[in-house]
C-alpha cells in the first residue's frame, strides 16, 4: 500500500482554543490563481469607499436631522430590558462543538468509567508532541487520576517525518506484548533517536520476547493499522499534530496545561454543552 503524503483539505474544525505556534502542519501546495480574476489593493478600495461614506453619511443625516432624542426614561427602560436576557443567558452551559471520534481499538490509559476522554491523534517525531508530553502529559493524570483516560491514535506527518510511521509501528508491536505506554513514554522521551536498533534496544530494556518484537517490527504488521488512523483522521478533518479531543471537544495544538485543565474542570461542572 502507498503510504499518503498529505492529509487532503477539510473544513477547519471548531475548536475550544487554538495556537498556531503550537502544532506540527502539513505543508499544503498553494492554490494558483486565475488568470481571470481581478485583484484590487486595499488603498484603492478605501479610496472608493470614503467618499460614498461620507455622502451616504450626510444624507442620512439631513435626513434624521430635528427628531429630538429620546426621553430618558424610554433608553433606561430599553436598557433594562436588554439587559435581563443577558443575565440569564450568562447562566446558561457554553456551547460547544462536539465530534464523534471513536476509540477504536487503539491504547488506553486510565480508568474505563472515566468521565474525560482524551483521543490524541500524535506523531512521535513531532517536536510539539514531545513538548505536550513533557509538559503536560504527566500532570493530567497526577490531577485526575479517576477522572481522565487517554486513547492514542496516530497521525504520522509522513511528508516532513520519515521515521513517525515506523516508530509508530514499533509502538503497536510493543502494545501487542502490553507495554504500549512504556514504549511510548520512550518514544517520546527521546532517550535514543528514532531508529530500528533504538525500538529494539527499548523492546529489550522493557523485558519484552525481543525475537517476536523483531518479527512483528520488519513484517511491518500494523502498517494497516497506523495508516487507518491516519485516514481516518484526515477525512475528519486533522492536519497537524498534536490535535486533541476532549470527550469530543478539538483542541488543537501543545497548548498548556492550563488550557486543558479549564476544558476538564468544565465538563466536570457541567458547563460545556
Given at each position: 500500500?502507498?503510504?499518503?503524503?498529505?492529509a487532503p483539505?477539510?473544513?477547519?474544525?471548531?475548536?475550544y482554543?487554538?495556537?498556531e505556534?503550537?502544532?506540527?502542519?502539513?505543508?499544503?501546495?498553494e492554490?494558483?490563481?486565475?488568470?481571470?480574476?481581478?485583484?484590487?489593493?486595499?488603498?484603492?478600495?478605501?479610496?472608493?469607499?470614503?467618499?460614498?461614506?461620507?455622502?451616504?453619511?450626510?444624507?442620512?443625516?439631513?435626513?434624521?436631522?430635528?427628531?429630538?432624542?429620546?426621553?430618558?426614561?424610554e433608553?433606561?427602560?430599553?436598557?433594562?430590558s436588554?439587559?435581563?436576557?443577558?443575565?440569564?443567558v450568562?447562566?446558561?452551559?457554553?456551547?460547544?462543538?462536539?465530534?464523534?471520534?471513536p476509540?477504536?481499538?487503539d491504547?488506553?490509559?486510565?480508568?474505563?468509567?472515566?468521565?474525560?476522554?482524551?483521543?490524541?491523534?500524535?506523531?512521535?517525531?513531532?517536536?510539539?508532541c514531545?513538548?505536550?508530553?513533557?509538559?503536560?502529559?504527566?500532570?493530567?493524570f497526577?490531577?485526575?487520576?479517576?477522572?481522565?483516560?487517554?486513547?492514542?491514535?496516530?497521525?504520522?506527518?509522513?511528508?516532513?517525518?520519515?521515521?513517525?510511521?515506523?516508530?509508530?509501528?514499533?509502538?503497536?508491536?510493543?502494545?501487542?506484548?502490553g507495554?504500549?505506554?512504556e514504549?511510548?513514554?520512550?518514544l517520546?522521551?527521546m532517550?535514543?533517536?528514532?531508529?530500528?536498533?533504538?525500538?529494539?534496544?527499548?523492546?529489550q530494556?522493557?523485558?519484552?520476547?525481543?525475537?517476536?518484537?523483531?518479527?512483528?517490527?520488519?513484517?511491518?504488521?500494523?502498517?494497516?493499522e497506523?495508516?487507518?488512523?491516519?485516514?481516518?483522521?484526515?477525512?475528519?478533518?486533522?492536519r497537524?499534530?498534536?490535535?486533541?479531543?476532549?470527550n469530543?471537544?478539538?483542541?488543537?495544538?501543545?497548548?498548556?496545561?492550563?488550557?486543558?485543565?479549564?476544558?476538564?474542570d468544565?465538563?466536570?461542572?457541567?458547563?460545556l454543552?
Amino acid at each position: 500500500m502507498t503510504e499518503p503524503s498529505e492529509a487532503p483539505q477539510q473544513p477547519e474544525f471548531e475548536t475550544y482554543q487554538v495556537d498556531e505556534g503550537r502544532v506540527e502542519e502539513i505543508e499544503q501546495p498553494e492554490t494558483p490563481k486565475s488568470e481571470d480574476t481581478i485583484t484590487f489593493k486595499r488603498s484603492h478600495l478605501y479610496a472608493v469607499l470614503l467618499p460614498l461614506a461620507f455622502v451616504t453619511g450626510l444624507s442620512l443625516g439631513y435626513i434624521f436631522w430635528g427628531r429630538s432624542p429620546a426621553p430618558a426614561t424610554e433608553s433606561a427602560a430599553a436598557a433594562s430590558s436588554s439587559a435581563q436576557p443577558q443575565a440569564s443567558v450568562a447562566d446558561e452551559p457554553q456551547q460547544v462543538t462536539r465530534y464523534d471520534v471513536p476509540i477504536d481499538d487503539d491504547p488506553i490509559r486510565g480508568p474505563e468509567d472515566a468521565p474525560i476522554t482524551i483521543i490524541e491523534f500524535s506523531d512521535y517525531e513531532c517536536p510539539y508532541c514531545r513538548k505536550w508530553h513533557a509538559e503536560v502529559y504527566g500532570r493530567l493524570f497526577e490531577d485526575y487520576p479517576d477522572q481522565v483516560r487517554m486513547v492514542y491514535r496516530d497521525f504520522p506527518l509522513f511528508s516532513i517525518h520519515p521515521n513517525a510511521m515506523p516508530a509508530a509501528e514499533a509502538a503497536n508491536c510493543a502494545y501487542e506484548q502490553g507495554s504500549f505506554w512504556e514504549f511510548h513514554d520512550k518514544l517520546f522521551g527521546m532517550e535514543l533517536a528514532l531508529s530500528a536498533e533504538a525500538y529494539r534496544q527499548y523492546a529489550q530494556d522493557l523485558g519484552l520476547d525481543v525475537d517476536a518484537f523483531n518479527e512483528c517490527v520488519e513484517t511491518r504488521r500494523y502498517q494497516d493499522e497506523v495508516q487507518a488512523d491516519y485516514a481516518y483522521a484526515s477525512e475528519l478533518g486533522v492536519r497537524s499534530t498534536p490535535t486533541f479531543f476532549i470527550n469530543g471537544i478539538a483542541l488543537v495544538g501543545a497548548q498548556p496545561y492550563e488550557v486543558f485543565q479549564q476544558v476538564i474542570d468544565k465538563e466536570l461542572a457541567g458547563e460545556l454543552d
